[in-house]
């Protein structure tokens, strides 16, 4: 093969190699990570009512193949709490207490891959991720210093929370607060669904159960359905 002929054959190989199509892949999500994963808000000390505005910022971070790297992908999820009377979640991943009630709740963050980063249609897939977010039920002595115990009761198959005036109380599970003795106490009762009454009130109004005079240490109960 003489010279020329061997120039021509490669300048003919790299002209195929510039015009074939790229056989590379496009960057594809595989899983999530949220942090941090748990957070606690507030303390068995403290009125569940007293953590109302509590925030913190979550961050999703997603990793890729094709190749592989970690993103920063916190404003590109989608962003969700499986109880928004709890603890809300707005557009960029900031969790915050809404002070209502307590106990736990997952917070998601989705992203529907029906493209690529590079706008390419794909065939799609859900990838979500879910972290922990708990709120601490009140249980410590509030209200009015040493005195009676008053206990609140939860019943039915249904859920809610209870807020005592003057504070103390201010729970969605069993709880209890101390109060003066001699002091009025109105228990008042939001329900997430259907209210079924109090039990061992001295009166009920609506939905609050009144006690005229704490003397003694007592125990009411709310029912939820």
């Not at 957070?39 to 569940?48: C, D, K, L, Q, W």
């Not at 249609?121 to 509030?142: E, P, R, Y």
């Amino acid at each position: 093969m003489t010279f020329r002929s061997r120039g021509a054959l490669a300048f003919a190989l790299a002209a195929f190699l510039v015009n074939t199509p790229s056989c590379a892949r496009d960057q594809q999500l595989v899983s999530i990570t949220i942090q941090p994963d748990i957070e606690t808000f507030g303390a068995s000390t403290i009125p569940v009512s007293a953590d109302a505005g509590l925030s913190v910022q979550l961050r999703a971070l997603g990793t890729y193949i094709h190749p592989p790297v970690t993103k920063d992908i916190t404003d590109q999820v989608t962003w969700g709490s499986n109880d928004i009377q709890m603890v809300t979640v707005n557009s960029t991943g900031l969790i915050t207490a809404t002070g209502l009630t307590c106990g736990g709740t997952l917070i998601s963050a989705t992203v529907n891959t029906n493209s690529s980063t590079g706008n390419r249609t794909s065939s799609g897939a859900i990838v979500t991720a879910n972290m922990q977010a708990n709120v601490v039920c009140f249980t410590g002595t509030g209200g009015g210093g040493s005195g009676p115990i008053l206990t609140v009761m939860f019943a039915g198959t249904g859920t809610g929370s209870v807020t005592s005036t003057p504070a103390g109380i201010s729970c969605a599970t069993t709880c209890s607060a101390t109060f003066a003795s001699g002091t009025a106490v109105n228990v008042a009762a939001t329900a997430n669904g259907t209210f079924g009454g109090w039990a061992n009130c001295d009166s009920v109004n609506g939905q609050t159960c009144i006690i005229n005079s704490l003397t003694a240490d007592r125990t009411v109960t709310v029912t939820f359905n």
